[in-house]
């Protein structure tokens, strides 16, 4: 009866499969020898990297071959079984090699790369988007990232749901398949707070409990407290912890003490035991509890090799466990599984606490492949050790899948950018009352661009001036939230209701949560097939906070604005720890991720058109835009000529004199001490250029690209840097001055060979106004006099 219902529920229901799983029993033996599959594969996979392919450079290549054997069953239970085509998963990185071995028994993943698993253009160690040739929906790799972006893409499908781009019948699960030492992480908490505000839903995380770190076995006080945290943000817990065989068992005269047992058992007896074996399980059962003749006469019904069997037939390696599992969560409730598991399952790394990088030796490989029955030569046939029939039948079976259904991602159409935004009249303004002023024009000029655009802030949605495109397009929640300030007519500048055609999406202090948003908002495009700009706001200095994150969201080639602002010194009163030194150097660091700083309004509308359109492009990245509080009186244009180097990273506002013997060099909010100091060298240096930097980072690729694109035959023209500093005479002098690191601008002197006198800030701020700040940290008029002069004196 079972069997029947299972199908009818069954994302398999085709007559094929019908035919072939034509009872529990036929999938239940089809998921046991597909797990066995992924074992042997990604074994082999692993084996062959590190004992079999020939090594240059006497590294390890490692990979994780307990950790893959740890989540075989729940990998084959869920990609063969419960997967609908319409969901998504982001795999356990160190599982990396069985969703290779997934798409090689689906006929995706070829054998050649396999065989280069971690090398060049190989199969990477850890799913990747977009290094992988296999379909990956999220890359993993940093523990804990992996896990909670999937809470947001979750929220991410909701918008598309209520904003009428996917239908509600369309919406999948997003699915994390997590190491338990990933709970350990403290974004997963982050995440869940903020999920339980936005009623997450269609969200599934499956723990491998193998109670195994890295370094060792996990804390057993840990034990419960999972199911509380997870229970309390609103989450069903279902633990699978004993599999069919440790469950019958337990019916026995005698079972309910070895439950007992279990039960109590410290993990890391637990995992001692499992490496041991049998005959170790008898003599501490025995020892512990085989006084009681029930007991003992139960463990004697069993030979060693069953008992050992028995104590590790968890819930995570029962496939019929897994199965009922999944099936019993068809709503869409977000839901934790806790499957209990081994880590080095059916290895013999089995439960050994050094077994995360512990890698089977050739002599227990061939005891693998043998006890498999997979004859020599054969390893890397997809079925292996399987009779002909058996073979057929499998690859039936799992072309049938929901996964082999799977279409490709959707190519999601651009969305049309004006070529250019109005620039806020204002004669003296800042670049973040611009930027908020650009996007309210966005936001009622009923433009496509300003349907598409959604905001995000960690708790800074006002100070960071995102309040005038809210206020027009209001907050974003599925269930209505009335502004109840507003309702009691209550003065407030802000509106806070929240709707589900709302398009800024609130988001508590977490700056984790606030770059997975992020991230997942630029993966609407290929996730969903409908394509999202957003724009995320953040205080400058707390980038740092969700460094990782944001790495984790451009590794992922996910698009997204992210508008750091106030910035640098300029947060004067507000003190040294939020005065943001470094971000200048993350911006250029950073890969998938262009930035710029502009110092003027009609700079800023330029960049942000540029940057609307670039976030789309197929060989575009994110954009960062490092911008200020500080009202600055704007500059008059005598034409549009800055424009095209603005964009390339930098342009004379003064331009220098033929053979100029120095310039100045500036980015951003210092502007008018730059301008101020210009004019007071201008008597005794007529030729003094004054070069505005919109972008070092872009300055600085494009001119480290051209140096190496002479060695690797790709030839390109000299680079915008060069081209504007070959302006000057060769060795002239450059002072270099912006509101953060020095670094950022002053290897401007290695692009002609020039003598630089660096200025910025490369110690902790303090409390001060901008005169005092500047004054004491050297970024005034006098200290950029000083520093021209400097280049003369010796
Ligand atoms: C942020 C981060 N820190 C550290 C690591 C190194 N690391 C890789 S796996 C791992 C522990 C994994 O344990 P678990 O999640 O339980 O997975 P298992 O291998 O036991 O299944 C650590 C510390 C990492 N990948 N990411
Ligand atoms: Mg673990």
Not at 482 to 501: G, L, N, T, Y
Not at 509 to 515: K, M, T
Not at 555 to 560: E, H, L, M
Not at 589 to 594: A, V
């Amino acid at each position: 009866m079972f069997a029947r219902t299972h199908l009818l529920n069954s994302p398999y229901s085709g007559t094929m499969e019908t035919a072939l799983a034509s009872s529990r029993q036929d999938l239940v033996a089809s998921l046991d020898l597909i797990e066995t599959r992924l074992r042997w594969l990604s074994s082999w996979t692993i084996h062959n990297a590190n004992h079999l392919r020939p090594k240059r450079d006497g590294l390890k290549v490692g990979g994780h071959q307990a950790s893959c054997a740890s989540m075989t069953a729940i990998m084959a239970a869920l990609y063969f079984h419960a997967l609908r085509p319409q969901d998504k998963v982001a795999v356990k990185p160190h599982a990396g090699p069985v969703l290779h071995a997934i798409h090689y028994l689906l006929g995706q993943q070829s054998r050649d790369q396999l065989e280069r698993f971690r090398g060049l253009g190989g199969a990477q160690s850890y799913p990747s988007r977009t290094k992988d040739s296999i379909p990956v929906d999220f890359s993993t790799g940093s523990v804990g990232l992996g896990v909670a972006v999937t809470a947001f893409s979750s929220l991410v499908q909701d918008y598309l749901v209520a904003h009428g781009k996917l239908a509600e019948t369309a919406a999948g699960r997003m699915i994390a398949l997590m190491g338990d030492a990933e709970l350990d992480e403290g974004n997963i908490y982050e995440c869940l707070i903020e999920g339980y505000k936005h009623d997450l839903r269609n969200c599934w995380w499956v723990v491998d409990y193998n109670r195994q770190s890295l370094d060792a076995t996990t804390a057993d006080r840990m034990f419960r407290r999972f199911d509380d945290i997870f229970e309390t943000c609103g989450w069903r817990v279902i633990t699978l912890k004993h599999g069919k065989l440790q469950r019958a068992t337990f019916k026995r005269p005698g079972g309910k003490a070895l439950e007992e047992w279990i039960e109590h058992c410290p993990n890391a007896d637990f995992a001692a035991l499992t490496y041991q074996g049998g005959a170790a399980w008898r003599a501490r059962l025995t020892a512990d509890i085989g006084d009681r003749p029930q007991v003992a006469k139960l463990l004697g019904s069993f030979a060693d090799d069953g008992l050992a069997a028995l104590m590790t037939n968890l819930g995570g390696h029962c496939v019929e466990t897994l199965i009922d599992a999944f099936d019993s969560a068809q709503d869409d409730r977000p839901t934790l599984f806790i499957a209990y598991t081994v880590k080095g399952y059916g290895l013999p790394l089995a439960g050994h606490k050094d077994n995360h990088s512990g890698m089977m030796n050739p002599s227990q490989i061939e005891g693998l492949r043998a006890h498999l029955g997979i004859a020599e030569g054969d390893e890397w046939a997809p079925w292996g050790g399987l009779g002909d029939n058996a073979a057929t039948r499998l690859q039936a079976f799992v072309d049938a899948s929901a996964l082999a259904r799977k279409t490709a991602e959707p190519q999601a159409d651009m969305v049309p950018v004006p070529a250019r935004f109005a620039v806020p009249p204002e004669p003296k303004q800042s670049t973040q009352a611009a930027f908020g002023r650009i996007l309210l024009d966005i936001a009622k000029s009923g433009e496509p661009l300003g349907d598409r655009i959604v905001t995000t802030a960690p708790d800074v949605t006002q100070t960071t001036n995102l309040g005038g495109f809210v206020n027009q397009r209001g907050l974003f929640r599925r269930q209505e939230l009335a502004d109840v300030f507003h309702k009691a007519k209550i003065p407030s500048a802000q509106k806070w209701a929240a709707h589900r055609a709302g398009q800024h999406i609130e988001l508590g202090i977490a700056e984790s949560n606030f770059f997975l948003l992020l991230a997942s908002l630029g993966l609407a495009a290929p996730h969903f097939g409908t394509r999202l700009l957003p724009v995320g706001t953040v205080y400058d200095p707390f980038i740092a906070r969700g460094l990782d994150a944001l790495n984790y969201g451009c590794y992922q080639d996910s698009r997204f604005l992210l508008v750091g602002t106030p910035s640098g010194l300029t947060l004067a009163a507000e003190g040294g720890a939020h005065q943001s030194i470094n971000t200048p150097l993350i911006g250029m660091g950073q890969p998938g991720l262009t930035s710029y700083e502009p110092a003027f309004a009609d700079e800023l509308a330029l960049i942000m058109a540029h940057a609307f359109d670039h976030i789309q492009r197929p060989d575009g990245s994110s954009v960062y835009l490092r911008l200020s509080t500080r009202a600055i009186d704007q500059v008059t244009r005598e034409n549009d000529g800055w424009e095209a180097d603005a964009l390339k990273g930098g342009y004379w506002l003064r331009q220098p004199a033929p053979g100029a013997e120095a310039a100045i060099a500036f980015s951003g909010a210092v502007a008018p001490e730059a301008l101020a100091a210009w004019q007071a060298l201008a008597d005794d240096l007529p030729a003094l250029g004054l070069l505005n930097v919109t972008s070092p980072d872009l300055l600085h690729r494009d001119w480290s690209a051209r140096r190496a694109a002479r060695w690797t035959g790709n030839r390109r023209p000299p680079s915008h840097a060069e081209k504007l500093l070959c302006a000057l005479r060769p060795g002239a002098g450059l002072v270099t001055v912006l509101d953060g690191s020095p670094a950022a601008l002053s290897w401007l002197g290695g692009v002609t060979g020039m003598r630089v006198s660096p200025l910025g800030t490369d110690r902790f701020g303090q409390t001060g106004d901008l005169p005092d700040l500047y004054r004491t940290y050297r970024l005034d008029e006098d200290a950029i006099i000083d520093a021209a002069a400097e280049l003369f004196l010796d």
